[in-house]
């Protein structure tokens, strides 16, 4: 998804497209290198912050 480049920055829904999508990789690494299972890394309340977690609500 592309940023938009005025002052305002960031949609919410931009940002919450990324978070998805960092998320999703990140449970890749952690299935790769982390050792978790599919199930463990798809887990967000096991694998996020809780604030992002909550921004994926």
């Known amino acids: 998804m592309a940023r ?3 002052e305002t920055g960031w949609s919410e829904d931009e940002y919450v497209a990324c978070l ?3 998320r999703r990789r990140f449970a ?3 299935q790769r290198y982390g050792g978790l299972t599919s199930a463990e890394a798809d887990d967000p309340e096991l ?3 809780s604030a992002e977690y ?3 609500d």
Do not use: F, S
């Open 47 to 49: 694998v996020l912050p």
């Open 20 to 22: 998805r999508d960092e």
């Open 28 to 30: 890749w690494v952690m």
């Open 4 to 6: 938009r480049e005025d």
């Open 54 to 56: 909550e921004a994926l």
